[in-house]
């Protein structure tokens, strides 16, 4: 019996790991199949460096504007939340997220949780919060992307109606759940998790943690001044990012072989975005694949221009934020050892020290 499910939990193991680099393997396939890439790293050799500079600047600021956020969503919890330690563990959820999908998002949470002694179930609950508000965030950029295009977008990425509508549905049926989990806390414990409790003790104390973890996340706004603020942020960083991907045009020189605009770097941003969302490390080959279908599908760039788009613009982010993982954990760390505190590393934020939630 301990047997077969130590099995089980091999093969859940494995295909974690396998599923995201098939996955990969395929989009980039899709993706590079018709590209001369010898001839996009020609184009990159010779980006210009002055908007190289200036769109690294950009690219840097969105993510100051979300660790910003996450200590905005943090008032109630702890007013005074160190910018620095957030920043560091947002950088340290990308860099994960570059080499296994999702995992980051725990890291992140748990690495916060330790530099700034916040329970970790109310650090996780905050980022899935945040995850919702980012999906939302995502779709309501496609449709300002739908009415900003001249033409029928739909009609160019057929797959984005449905995906939309499958978006808001899935959004408020989860935002209905999370509001009737706030507001019926107690019901909820004593009924599900008594029903649960036989069936499994175990399995119900481990959707008692899940429950204790949302209901911590998604009350952690209680002001609407904390919500307005919240909102704001929400914007300024989706519009950054729209930003950056407009100033790639000029980095690229794109801009000599045809007119640029802010609204063709929005719709690139908000298509690209879909391949995030897709279980590849840090989007390897999903956001390669939707940025060049994007600019020459829609834009008729040429497949190497297309190329040589996606591959720099992903190089940068990872190794930004493998960069920034690495300067994270070490200066962070050495800060916070120096306050008294304990050095963390990845094995280390994963142990439970007594008291802790």
């Known amino acids: 019996m301990i047997s077969d499910k130590f099995k089980i939990s091999q093969i859940r193991n494995s295909a974690g790991y396998i599923l995201p680099l098939i996955l990969t393997v395929f989009f980039l396939y899709l993706a590079f199949q018709n590209v001369d890439i010898a001839e996009s790293l020609n184009l990159i050799s010779n980006i210009s460096i002055t908007w190289f500079l200036i769109f690294l600047l950009v690219f840097s600021f969105s993510h100051l504007l979300r660790a910003i956020r996450w200590q905005v969503i943090l008032w109630s919890v702890k007013k005074d939340t160190s910018l620095l330690n957030l920043l560091g563990s947002l950088m340290i959820g990308y860099g994960v997220n570059c080499v296994v999908p999702r995992l980051g998002e725990v890291y992140r949470g748990l690495f916060a949780g330790r530099w700034e002694n916040l329970s970790r179930s109310s650090m996780l609950g905050t980022i899935i919060l945040e995850r919702i508000i980012d999906l939302l965030a995502l779709i309501f950029a496609v449709l300002v992307s739908v009415m900003i295009y001249q033409g029928d977008l739909f009609e160019k990425i057929q797959w984005l109606k449905s995906t939309i509508f499958i978006g808001f549905s899935a959004m408020f049926v989860i935002i209905i759940f999370l509001i009737a989990l706030v507001k019926l806390k107690e019901k909820f414990y004593s009924g599900i998790l008594r029903f649960l409790g036989k069936i499994s003790q175990k399995l119900a104390e481990k959707v008692a943690y899940i429950f204790s973890m949302l209901t911590e996340g998604f009350s952690s706004i209680k002001s609407l001044k904390q ?59 999903s956001y390669h694949a939707l940025v060049i279908f994007v600019l020459v599908s829609i834009y008729n760039f040429s497949e190497e221009v297309a190329g040589a788009y996606a591959l720099l613009t992903h190089f940068v982010s990872y190794v930004a934020f493998i960069g920034s993982t690495l300067f994270a954990i070490y200066f962070i760390n050495r800060r916070h050892s120096n306050k008294g505190g304990q050095k963390e590393n990845f094995l280390s934020v994963f142990k439970i020290k007594p008291g802790e939630k």
Request: charged share 5%; no cysteine; net charge negative.
């Open 227 to 285: 919500f307005t603020v919240v909102l704001i942020l929400s914007a300024a960083i989706i519009i950054v990012y729209g930003l950056t991907s407009y100033l790639a045009f000029y980095m690229l020189r794109m801009d000599a072989i045809q007119e640029v605009t802010f609204s063709m770097g929005w719709i690139v941003m908000t298509i690209a975005a879909f391949g995030i969302v897709i279980p590849t490390p840090g989007g390897t080959g």
